[in-house]
């Protein structure tokens, strides 16, 4: 939580999580219960681009459920927007999320 700003939002897009949590306990909550369910996790960057007071990250997470033991991959998009060296918005989700797509075609023109 250290780079993220007291009123940071996190903006998770699909899956069971898709929600909008705001400040450093619904986040940190968030994360405990997403990372909860898994074994293993891993998460590699693919490629991360800079633009003015944002930063596109593309990734690939890894998983193992935890009660299933299935493994799991999955193509991501993360959007971070910085002030003050901090993190205030970060909107995250699977690759193929309309509203991905759309964030990261601006980090196109």
Partial sequence: MR??????????????????????????????????TWVEYTFEIEEMVPQRDRVLIVGRESARGRGSGVAVESSTVTVHTVRDGLITRTETGAANTAELEALTAQFSS
């Fill in 3 to 36: 780079l993220q700003s007291e009123d940071a939002v996190v903006v998770v897009h699909g899956g069971s999580e898709a929600g909008t949590y705001r400040g450093h306990d619904e986040i940190r909550g968030y994360f405990r219960r997403w990372l909860g």
